[in-house]
């Protein structure tokens, strides 16, 4: 998608979270939780490029799911991987309002679970720097 489709789609997910957030009983940690898998993985990507000292401005494929692709996944097959993960987290969103049980709770399971998936794409298919300063 690029960085232009991927902020438009994350700018439009943001006001429809906040606009459901305010007008009818969808509470923002839900649109957090359905959108995890992708900022939790970009904000890994970037936190990791800036500590390996890379140019952030500079064009990459480190995220996690290009890694997958460049290892031999398909396409679709990454995006059903996707998939199956946000419809995981929409379970826990559902039996987290049937049971009572706190947002903020349900959140930190799914960044556990966001933690658990980044730690098998780095063992599966390792983060390179490209950028690493010799001294």
């Not at 700018?11 to 606009?19: K, P």
């Not at 929409?90 to 679970?113: G, N, Q, R």
Request: proline share 1%; net charge positive.
């Amino acid at each position: 998608m690029g960085d232009i489709g991927s902020t438009q789609l994350g700018y439009i997910t943001f006001i429809l979270g906040i606009f459901y957030n305010n007008n009818m009983d969808f509470n923002i940690f839900g649109w957090l939780i359905l959108s995890s898998l992708f900022w939790f993985d970009a904000t890994i990507t970037l936190y990791r490029r800036w500590r390996n000292n890379e140019r952030l401005s500079q064009a990459h494929k480190k995220h996690g799911y290009q890694r997958i692709v460049q290892h031999g996944y398909s396409h679709k097959k990454t995006v059903l991987i996707s998939i199956v993960v946000n419809v995981v987290f929409i379970a826990l969103i559902l039996l987290s309002e049937k049971f009572k049980v706190s947002y903020i709770i349900t959140f930190m399971t799914c960044i556990v679970i966001n933690s658990i998936l980044i730690r098998k794409i780095d063992s599966l298919f390792p983060f390179k720097s490209s950028n690493i300063p010799q001294f």
